[in-house]
């Protein structure tokens, strides 16, 4: 029998739309996780948004974080892979930024701890993004120069705004060597979101990485955002949420329930160990 890994986006796809797990869906993923179904989700959320998030659910396989940036151990509590940025590309990350009259978080993990730095809270998007993290998931931020802190512990950057402001930071930062980014519209606030993170950094390698450490034959994989076609590429078997983008639609294999109705969750249930 194969040894199958289910791995599912968090926002949009397995969270309903107002950003939780629902009770259904909760109740369905342990049954079926004790039953011996491989679980695991990948996102670009970080630990301390995704600890609470899937604290009702018995995660039994380690999850992939901030787009790949980091593979974490849930139960264990505890960073198992990080890729970090070269302090010279950060330097380059932080100019591009500069250039264009942008500001960003940066990420750094020191010791085992997810830090947040920051210059300055400029829009009410940025600020919203710091004091909801500050305080409602007790993530750390830092108020700093940021290139005093570029170092070699730094692994994300990301900023908030519109498609316009942040295309030419975009563009810009493709030209960096060994550096990848995530540019995408958020489903919750009508904002869009540019990460940067190393090249190595990615679903797809996270996946490559659980396939390989844990010894899966096949990869389950459930979506529905541009940020999830990494994911996809190296997935067995790829399926769109309902509310997905056309772009996911049209990648995946199937296309199932929507977020607002269980709809991974009722897939698993009827299908997990027919794969």
């Known amino acids: 029998m194969s040894k199958v890994l289910f791995i599912s986006d968090l926002d949009g796809t397995l969270l309903d739309p107002s950003s939780d797990v629902t009770d259904v869906t ?3 993923l342990n049954r079926l996780i004790k039953k011996g179904m491989n679980f695991s989700v990948a996102t670009a959320r970080s ?3 995704v600890k609470p998030k899937m ?3 018995d995660m039994n396989i380690p999850c ?3 787009n790949g940036v980091n593979i974490y151990d849930l139960k264990n509590d505890s960073f198992i892979k990080n890729e970090f940025i070269a302090p010279a590309a950060s330097a380059e990350i932080l100019k591009a ?3 264009h ?3 960003c978080f940066m990420y750094r993990i020191d010791n085992g701890i997810l830090t947040c730095y920051y210059s300055e809270l400029i829009t009410d998007v940025m600020k919203n993004f710091a004091e909801v993290r500050k305080y409602e998931y007790k993530k750390p931020f830092v108020k700093c120069r940021l290139e005093d802190y570029a170092d070699e512990y730094s692994v994300y950057f990301t900023s908030t ?3 316009d402001e942040l295309l030419p930071v975009k563009l810009e930062i493709e030209k960096i060597k060994d550096i990848d980014s995530a540019f995408y519209l958020d489903v919750y606030n009508d904002a869009w979101y540019l990460e940067v993170f190393s090249h190595r950094a990615s679903k797809s390698n996270g996946i490559k990485f659980l396939r390989e450490k844990y010894g899966f034959d096949k990869v389950v994989a459930f979506g529905d955002n541009l940020n999830d076609l990494p994911m996809f590429a190296q997935a067995d078997f790829k399926i769109a949420v309902g509310n997905a983008r056309d772009e996911v639609k049209s990648a995946a294999d199937i296309v199932i329930g929507d977020n607002k109705n269980n709809g991974v969750a009722e897939w698993l249930e009827n299908n997990f160990d027919k794969i």
Do not use: H
């Open 55 to 57: 604290s009702s659910v």
């Open 47 to 49: 630990v301390y948004s």
């Open 101 to 103: 009259g942008k500001n």
């Open 161 to 163: 705004g519109s498609y």
């Open 64 to 66: 992939i974080l901030m």
């Open 97 to 99: 930024f500069e250039n």
């Open 26 to 28: 909760a109740e369905k």
